[in-house]
């Protein structure tokens, strides 16, 4: 009795091992099915445009990116080229057609008037005459920007055209300053006929004839400046020798008395402001 019950218990604890065994194999191949499907849905899943990698990368770009567009509807190669060549040409065009010329001429010769040899020094006449010509030329700058450079922005001109219209203030600025003796010497030496009137001249001729207008108005302006100094120089040297002070030089007396005399008349106020009104 006891060795047949023991033997139904050895083989109830088979069949239970056994069906337990299968339950889980049962359980690991649906699982395994079950992902099979997932990874297969999620890549049958892209199926619509919106949702490709293509899409994706088509998304819209940042709005603070920098993009360089075609002036006038041209491509941005050669809008960058024309850029380019525009900032090489910037110190030229700053020289030959605005009063920087005059205006650094005479802070040379006031300082040479002077007796200073270094102050104010290069860096500070430079920039002094750059600010001085950007308040000059601001209002010519805005006529060229409002008739040239929106339109062709706009894409209603060409780049010549936008050219040729800011021409225009530039001829009218320059025309006011330059002498007839330098224009007739030019135009003999390109062999132009005479024009008719100051629009007729090109620019061949109208450039060259500025700037030596503007060297003659900035040396005849500097000549005025020295003549004060040059009298404060002369006494001072001609006390110092009827007193016998042979081994000091004028120099060292002369230097500081301009300068007192610079300070007491507010000599740059006076020389700004006749600077700035002789080109009104």
Same mark, same amino acid.
């Given at each position: 009795?006891?060795?047949?019950?023991? !033997?139904?218990?050895?083989?109830?604890?088979?069949?239970?091992?056994?069906?337990?065994?299968?339950?889980?194999?049962?359980?690991?191949?649906?699982?395994?099915?079950?992902?099979?499907?997932?990874?297969?849905?999620?890549?049958?899943? *892209?199926?619509? *445009? /919106?949702?490709?990698?293509?899409?994706?990368?088509?998304?819209?770009?940042?709005?603070?990116?920098?993009?360089?567009?075609? %002036?006038?509807?041209?491509?941005?190669?050669?809008?960058?080229?024309?850029?380019?060549?525009?900032?090489?040409?910037?110190?030229?065009?700053?020289?030959?057609?605005?009063? =920087?010329?005059?205006?650094?001429?005479? #802070?040379? =010769?006031?300082?040479?008037?002077? /007796?200073?040899?270094?102050?104010?020094?290069?860096?500070?006449?430079?920039?002094?005459?750059?600010?001085?010509? #950007?308040?000059?030329? @601001?209002?010519?700058?805005?006529?060229?920007?409002?008739?040239?450079?929106?339109?062709?922005?706009?894409?209603?001109?060409?780049?010549?055209?936008?050219?040729?219209?800011?021409?225009?203030?530039?001829?009218?600025?320059?025309?006011?300053?330059?002498?007839?003796?330098?224009?007739?010497?030019?135009?003999?030496?390109?062999?132009?006929?005479?024009?008719?009137?100051?629009?007729?001249?090109? #620019?061949?001729?109208? !450039?060259?004839?500025?700037?030596?207008?503007?060297?003659?108005?900035? =040396? @005849?302006? /500097?000549?005025?400046?020295?003549? *004060?100094?040059?009298?404060?120089?002369?006494?001072?040297?001609?006390?110092?020798?009827?007193? /016998?002070?042979?081994?000091?030089? *004028?120099?060292?007396?002369?230097?500081?008395?301009? %300068?007192? !005399?610079?300070?007491?008349?507010?000599?740059?106020?006076?020389?700004?402001?006749?600077?700035?009104?002789? =080109?009104?």
């Amino acid at each position: 009795m006891s060795k047949s019950t023991a !033997l139904r218990a050895m083989l109830c604890l088979v069949l239970a091992l056994g069906t337990a065994s299968a339950g889980a194999s049962s359980l690991q191949g649906g699982t395994s099915s079950g992902d099979a499907r997932l990874q297969g849905d999620l890549r049958s899943e *892209p199926s619509s *445009p /919106g949702d490709s990698p293509l899409s994706s990368q088509a998304a819209p770009l940042n709005s603070n990116e920098l993009r360089i567009t075609g %002036l006038g509807g041209g491509s941005a190669q050669w809008t960058i080229v024309i850029l380019l060549t525009a900032l090489t040409l910037i110190p030229s065009i700053l020289i030959c057609m605005t009063p =920087f010329a005059r205006l650094l001429i005479v #802070f040379h =010769f006031l300082r040479q008037a002077l /007796g200073l040899q270094t102050t104010p020094s290069n860096q500070t006449l430079v920039g002094l005459s750059a600010i001085m010509t #950007f308040f000059l030329m @601001q209002p010519i700058g805005a006529a060229i920007y409002r008739d040239s450079i929106v339109p062709l922005q706009a894409g209603k001109i060409t780049v010549l055209d936008a050219v040729e219209r800011g021409g225009i203030p530039m001829r009218q600025f320059m025309s006011h300053y330059i002498r007839e003796k330098d224009v007739a010497l030019f135009l003999e030496m390109a062999k132009e006929p005479r024009p008719a009137n100051i629009n007729d001249v090109s #620019f061949r001729v109208l !450039l060259p004839a500025y700037i030596l207008s503007e060297l003659k108005a900035g =040396f @005849q302006i /500097g000549a005025v400046l020295f003549l *004060p100094f040059l009298v404060v120089d002369m006494v001072v040297a001609s006390i110092t020798t009827s007193v /016998g002070m042979m081994q000091l030089p *004028p120099v060292v007396i002369s230097t500081p008395l301009k %300068l007192l !005399l610079f300070l007491m008349v507010d000599g740059w106020h006076l020389l700004i402001g006749a600077l700035m009104r002789s =080109f009104n």
